[in-house]
């Protein structure tokens, strides 16, 4: 356990021995969450005691900004704190945390009446010559109100966590998947009057396509791409294709993406949209990323087609699905002239990728060395430039490795590369 402390430590790594706990595969709580293994699958949730003070918090405060009360600052930060602990093992719910920030915040000066910051241009209109600090930071809390009115999104922000937390036992999310060595694709598009979808879990390949009905065609084609989405997700689950899966469905809207990733819309059917995905992520028992795509790629996958009626496109003539599904492509592989041009510019012309295994190594600004006795240790490169050539699907895992790097030798220098197909 010493010899396993040591290493760890040197990485970077805190590990303290006196802490650790016997093996299991069902240990309790520790940093706030509970990590089961359990089942072939990995997933996390929070005590239950931690669960009903969150919907508790949640409760309260939904009452008190119905009732249009002020709010104490103090008891919002001290809530805020508990629900940030929270998001930390749900991060669905941190979009809907967003009406708090503003909230805590909405005293300070060059806050518009919903909480934001005002442009630089409009602050120069508040700001008084005389003043030498205007804008009060972080260091000038203790000039912060008793009380703060909330913002006008919060009370649709406490609803949707009302929803999301909803849960009478903290739910299992899934880290890894059980189903993982099969996962699931699709292509969900919409096109006028028409919609199309497309998915395929291990060897099963299905499609649907259709139209509009009245009352849809008259909403905006942002509702239409997501409402497809939305529903089809909601099918696959309920006919239990995507039980204890990861699902990587695809869009050429980047409306939806946006909605999505950001949790809200100031559209307030889009914001139920997103409400209803990050629902479904929540209590799914699925993993989910939601990837925008060209309008060329759906084109050529099918699903483009399928919104209008054509069976005979993509995947319909016997493609493989995954030849369109380009995620494990890093953005020299796809653009080899990259390399020179960034040779080029920072006049390092023996700049080179680091492979996957130099991403915990060289990455780091050390190698291992071989001793005479047949030890094994570790010395410092010369090197101070690194090009980290990522793939969408590796890039989440190799970002950490970058942060760590960033944190152990400061005095490196990181060039990223990550095409522009998976937003975290």
């Not at 709010?71 to 805020?80: A, P, Q, T, W």
């Not at 309008?295 to 493609?319: C, H, N, P, Y």
Request: proline content about 7%.
């Amino acid at each position: 356990m010493h010899h396993m402390s040591s290493r760890l430590g040197f990485l970077g790594l805190q590990f303290a021995a006196r802490k650790s706990r016997p093996p299991s595969l069902t240990p309790g709580p520790w940093a706030g969450s509970v990590v089961h293994s359990a089942d072939g699958q990995v997933s996390v949730s929070v005590p239950p005691e931690k669960w009903v003070k969150a919907k508790c918090i949640v409760q309260t405060l939904l009452e008190l900004v119905q009732q249009n009360v002020a709010l104490n600052h103090k008891s919002l930060e001290k809530d805020r704190g508990f629900l940030v602990h929270v998001q930390h093992t749900y991060p669905t719910i941190t979009p809907y945390i967003k009406g708090l920030h503003l909230t805590i915040d909405s005293w300070r000066v060059g806050r518009d009446s919903e909480g934001w910051k005002l442009p630089s241009s409009a602050l120069t209109e508040i700001w008084d010559d005389s003043v030498t600090n205007p804008l009060p930071g972080r260091g000038e809390d203790a000039l912060a109100p008793e009380t703060v009115i909330a913002v006008p999104r919060l009370q649709d922000d406490l609803l949707a966590l009302t929803q999301l937390l909803s849960a009478e036992v903290p739910p299992q999310r899934i880290i890894r998947s059980r189903a993982v060595v099969s996962a699931g694709y699709g292509f969900g598009d919409a096109s006028g009057t028409g919609l199309g979808w497309s998915m395929q879990v291990g060897s099963e390949l299905s499609i649907t396509h259709g139209v509009w009905g009245e009352e849809d065609s008259a909403n905006s084609s942002n509702y239409r791409e997501l409402s497809n989405l939305v529903s089809s997700l909601e099918r696959g689950l309920s006919t239990g294709q995507l039980k204890y899966s990861e699902f990587f469905l695809f869009t050429d809207n980047s409306a939806a993406e946006a909605v999505f990733h950001n949790g809200t819309s100031t559209s307030k059917r889009l914001f139920e949209l997103a409400l209803r995905l990050r629902s479904l992520e929540m209590i799914g028992d699925f993993q989910f990323h939601l990837v925008h795509v060209a309008g060329t790629q759906m084109m050529a996958q099918g699903t483009d087609g399928l919104s209008r009626g054509s069976l005979s496109e993509g995947i319909m003539r016997g493609f493989p699905m995954l030849s369109f599904v380009p995620l494990h492509l890093s953005p020299l592989s796809r653009q080899p002239g990259l390399l020179p041009w960034i040779q080029q510019w920072t006049n390092q012309p023996d700049l080179q990728p680091l492979t996957p295994t130099d991403w915990f190594r060289r990455g780091q600004g050390f190698q291992g060395t071989q001793l005479p006795s047949g030890g094994w240790t570790t010395e410092e490169l010369s090197d101070t430039w690194h090009l980290w050539d990522l793939p969408p699907a590796a890039a989440d895992a190799t970002l950490e490795a970058l942060n760590e790097s960033r944190i152990k030798r400061p005095h490196l220098n990181h060039l990223v590369l990550c095409p522009r197909l998976m937003t975290f």
